[in-house]
């Protein structure tokens, strides 16, 4: 059987250039590799068709001597060892399948790329939960924690080694901090057991930190709670966290708030509310009261006639400041109408007589019982 046209196996053009071709590749590559094909044969064969394609094309010479001869250029009638021809073609599978594999890698072995040593690593993020209250939470304040994490060895300056040493290349993986294997069609990289993927090994630790590089440390730390806060904001310390390895960068200081429940006032986002009893007298004759508010003042607050017990009134602005944006919310208020308690004998004359001149007082009970007797009438 014929072999195909190395540009029709790879879909290009026969004048396509060097980056064109390469990029052709990559995605026959993605398409027919046989992890993305287990079982089918006739991709597996196109797959290695195609890096047979790409390995001729993408070499200057070959392409040339393949432009003017086609296959017969690496057939044995043009000269050369072992049927091969004068440019040694048929190409094995590192030879292209290397030029894109950093691209292919991380689809296909889970691994990331290529590069130097990795032994430079960040240090982790860190979590610190405060509790704050509410008066805290609308005022804000400047609020002092203390945190026990790892910073970097004063004795070697971070790198494990102790003083007038330094860490030595990695004699595994040559200090890549990765190592390959071949694995029947194709390659796998893991991470170098030797130095655990630092590319570098220690052979005379520091006395301090025993060649860790860091040591643990308490440290106090001021943060600023902004006025607004809510149960689950997020305050971000940037560099406060652990320590890195290897001269890496420092992780992240993540608080997170807490608002403790307050005595007087319930909260709902930037509203307030607040519960008021109120006498009964209050309430039937009106008057007024003196609220408290959050910010430690109190605001007069007119109860109309006949107030009734879960009445709402709102107090504009007197809620909680916006912790993204300007403004407050409000502070509603809600009447309980108090019914009184161990009563004299005279409160109770007095209240029995005002009972008996109350039918018209209580329009609400009225209906109520008229509507009661005419149910059970049928």
Known sequence: MSKRDYYDVLGVAKGASESEIKKAFRKKAMELHPD???GDETAEGKFKEANEAYDCLKDADKKAAYDQYGHAAFEG??????????????????????????????????GGRRGGPAGATRGS???????????????GKQETISVNASVSCDGCSGTGAAAGSEPSRCPTCSGMGKVRAQQGFFTVERTCPTCSG????????????????????????????????????????????????RGGPTGDL????????????EREGTNLFLRVPVSMAT?????????????????????????????QMRLKGKGMPALRGSGKGDLYLEIAVETPVNLTAKQRELLKEFDDLSEDSNPESKNFFGKVKA????
């Open 283 to 311: 309430a039937a004759l009106g008057g007024e009261i003196d609220v408290p508010n959050i910010d430690g003042n109190t605001s007069r607050v007119k109860i109309p006639v006949g107030a009734q017990a879960g009445k």
């Open 36 to 38: 993305r094909n287990p």
């Open 254 to 265: 993540y608080i997170f708030i807490d608002v403790d429940d307050h005595d007087l006032f």
């Open 375 to 378: 149910f059970w009438k049928g």
């Open 77 to 110: 009638g043009m000269g050369g060892g072992g049927g091969r021809g004068p440019f040694g073609g048929g190409g094995g599978f590192d030879s292209a399948f290397s030029d894109v594999f950093d691209d292919l890698f991380g689809n296909f072995a889970g």
């Open 125 to 139: 993020d860190l979590r610190y939960n405060l509790k704050v209250s509410l008066d805290d939470a609308y005022n």
């Open 198 to 245: 630092r590319g570098e090994t220690i052979t005379n630790p520091c006395d301090v930190c025993h060649g860790a590089g860091a040591t643990q440390k308490e440290r106090s730390l001021s943060v600023n709670i902004p006025a607004g806060v809510e149960r689950g904001t997020r305050i971000r310390l940037s560099g406060e966290g652990e320590a890195g390895q």
